[in-house]
């Protein structure tokens, strides 16, 4: 569950990500990646991050790990770790924090991972950074992450180059590579993407097995509702470097509070739905970051823009605001009435 | 592997037996007379004829290719006439196998030339190579590393300058300056290196830098042209992502990934230049293969050309043939099959 406000018990979140902007000054002007980000995320849960290309979603998850180069990037705001800003620590602290308390999955592991050298030597590199062991031990305990990521014959394979596995074999070996040092916050971007279907369902299978597991904190980042809606417990969708909803996977899916969301979801197919003819695009693209359009950043594309009064939509920022417990969204269209909206349309289409 | 290698080498000899005959028949399409070429301008048409028939040249071409051939594996004795042999034993030279034939213009072994050449070439190449490779990769990753400051503009516009003037003018400039003029370097001069360490080295150094340093310009921007390909790879990303430091990310995954492309390049322009560094022999006047091609070139010395487009092929295939075997070694990913 989210907490907009810190909750009353003094134990800190796991992670709290507060008031995060990543701006990146360029030729052509200030693009603002990520404006404005807040969420907190528990051990054992869940996060997903929702978003078109461009929306600011990778960025933020690179800023959590610190990959942002401090000359090319401004970040502002707080990444709190178990209570430690990780935006403000030295850089060997992050470093010793990076791959060991935090660990990335990447999108296409054939680019990700390095063709010249083999898997085994790559996991091994992943921990003897945070491990004093030998190359023995390591290698062992990557032979060991191999398995337990479900790799046949890890004994062999551990000694294989990337291009020898599988686009499903590698990204198991990617998550084994990610999880060889106990990682507490586990980020994914996109891991599922260059995958076949089928493959896709294993490897979000793997990481829901692997979290109960290690009871690691795992924020998900993907453009695919259908990704998220199988393994997190809450939802950030985020439009224009913003986020513009924000609740529990069930009360986005049932319950969605956005046009943008509603948007998403219409656009993408539904077993649970009676079939219609197609399916329903958002109209236009997404925004450039570097010149936003006024006010709400979805208004050129949203249907619903006649429902408030005066110009607001074009003028008005709004804000992220409860719409009901826990679920909250960033719309000037008054909470009730989007619900009528919703149900109605959700309603003509079944 | 193995049989990867054997194959290669197998076509690398029909790829050499291909280039001599081409360099033979080649030659004789030409309409110069080779035997005209052997007497001065007191010729008679009988001592052409005599000249023509004591170096072979009135047999049909096939057959002198194949005396060529047969040469390299057993002796051959010149002029190749069993009745003139036995009346003057003492005016033959016996040429032992392998026998890259006989020239009667510089009334030497085609074998003795090139033993005599060859150490010369390699010495000015392998001075050259190890400085341009040194220097030219290393201010590459300087350049790369450093891109878009004053060092990197300043490394880009030195390797423009040295790559934009001719190998002769650069060569001069450094002879009349670092040497005769301001005596930074010792004056060039062969000296074998097992007749003195200490004075090839010195005779050696200017050489080595004027060669190397019109090859350092291509392979600084080579070099950093690969490194700033590399560095946008995500599996940097990934490198530090697993909490690696900057040094290691650069010195171990950068550089492994960034280098593997300049060893080919380095491979076959090693190759090349062992078949003659012309221009840098000339200019300071040593007596490498580069000078030996240009001048037999120029009298038609028709033994000695075929001898060293075949050197030259050697090396330049032998080269090839390394830099395959090699990448298969370095990159994974290619199989050698």
């Given amino acids: ?350 | 592997m193995l049989y990867y290698i054997i194959r290669r080498s197998i076509a690398a000899v029909l790829m050499l037996a291909v280039i001599s005959v081409v360099t033979f028949f080649m030659f004789y399409a030409s309409p110069t007379d080779p035997a005209r070429l052997t007497c001065g301008k007191n010729c008679t048409p009988q001592s052409i004829e005599a000249n023509r028939k004591a170096l072979g040249l009135d047999k049909p071409v096939p057959v002198q290719y194949a005396a060529f051939v047969k040469g390299l594996f057993v002796e051959r004795i010149f002029p190749d006439d069993p009745a003139f042999q036995k009346r003057n034993p003492d005016k033959v030279t016996v040429c032992p196998a392998p026998c890259l034939g006989y020239s009667p213009l510089q009334t030497k072994l085609v074998t003795d030339i090139v033993k005599e050449r060859l150490p010369v070439t390699v010495s000015i190449t392998m001075g050259a190579f190890v400085l341009w490779m040194v220097f030219g990769v290393g201010f590459g990753i300087v350049a790369a590393l450093k891109r878009g400051t004053i060092v990197d503009r300043g490394l880009v516009a030195l390797a423009l300058v040295l790559y934009s003037f001719p190998a002769f003018f650069i060569a001069l400039l450094m002879y009349n300056y670092l040497s005769t003029q301001w005596g930074v370097l010792p004056p060039p001069n062969y000296v074998a290196f097992s007749e003195s360490p200490t004075q090839w080295f010195q005779g050696m150094l200017l050489p080595w830098i004027s060669l190397a340093s019109l090859f350092a310009a291509s392979y600084i921007r080579l070099t950093r042209a690969y490194m700033l390909e590399t560095m946008g790879e995500d599996y940097l990303r990934t490198a530090r992502a697993k909490g690696l430091n900057e040094r290691t990310v650069v010195m171990k995954h950068t550089l492994r990934a960034a280098l593997t492309p300049i060893v080919t390049v380095a491979g076959l322009d090693l190759g090349i230049l062992l078949a003659g560094a012309a221009i840098t022999e000339t200019v300071f006047n040593f007596q490498g293969l580069g000078r030996a091609v240009v001048s037999s070139v120029q009298v038609f010395d028709l033994p000695v050309i075929v001898a060293l487009v075949l050197v030259a092929a050697f090396f330049i295939v032998i080269a090839n043939l390394i830099v395959d075997v090699l990448y298969g070694v370095i990159d994974p990913r290619v199989r050698l099959v």
């Avoid at chain 1, 990037?73 to 990076?98: C, F, N, P, W, Y």
């Fill in chain 1, 1 to 350: 569950m989210i907490r907009d406000t810190p909750a009353d018990d003094s134990r800190k979140p796991f992670l709290e990500v507060k008031d995060l902007h990543v701006h990146f000054p360029t030729d052509d002007g200030l693009v603002r990646a990520v404006d404005g980000l807040d969420f907190t995320l528990e051990r054992g849960q869940t996060i997903g991050i929702v978003g078109e290309s461009g929306s600011g979603k990778s960025v933020a998850s690179l800023a959590i790990l610190g990959l942002h180069r401090r000359s090319k990037a401004k970040l502002s705001g707080q990444i709190l770790l178990e209570g430690e800003d990780l935006l403000t620590v030295s850089d060997s602290r992050i470093r010793a924090l990076r791959g060991n308390q935090m660990a990335m999955v990447f999108q296409d592991p054939l680019s990700a991972l390095h063709p010249y050298y083999t898997i085994g030597n790559q996991i091994v590199e992943a921990y003897l950074i945070h491990h004093k062991a030998g190359k023995q031990e390591a290698r062992k305990r990557a032979i060991e992450m191999l398995e337990r990521v479900g790799i046949p014959n890890p004994g062999r394979r551990v000694d294989q180059y990337p291009h020898e596995f599988s686009g499903g074999m590698r990204q198991r070996a990617m998550i084994a590579m990610a999880l060889v040092n106990d990682p507490k916050l586990l980020i994914a971007d996109e891991p599922t993407t260059a995958l076949d279907v089928t493959v896709q369902a294993q490897i979000l299978e793997l990481m829901k097995d692997l979290q109960k597991e290690f009871g690691s904190a795992i924020i998900i980042i993907t453009h695919d509702l259908g990704v998220v809606a199988d393994v997190a417990d809450d939802i950030i969708v985020m439009y224009g470097g913003k986020c513009v909803e924000k609740g529990t996977v069930d009360e986005v899916f049932y319950t969605p509070q956005h046009p943008y969301t509603w948007g998403l979801l219409a656009s993408m197919p539904r077993m649970d739905k009676v079939r219609r003819d197609r399916l329903d695009p958002i109209p236009g693209n997404p925004p450039s970051l570097i010149n936003l359009p006024p006010g709400c950043a979805f208004n050129p594309r949203c249907a619903h823009r006649g429902e408030v009064e005066g110009d607001r939509c074009r003028t008005e920022v709004p804000e992220l605001l409860e719409a009901k417990q826990g679920q909250s969204a960033r719309c000037h269209i008054d909470a009730a009435r989007r619900a009528d909206i919703y149900a109605q349309s959700a309603g003509l289409k079944t």
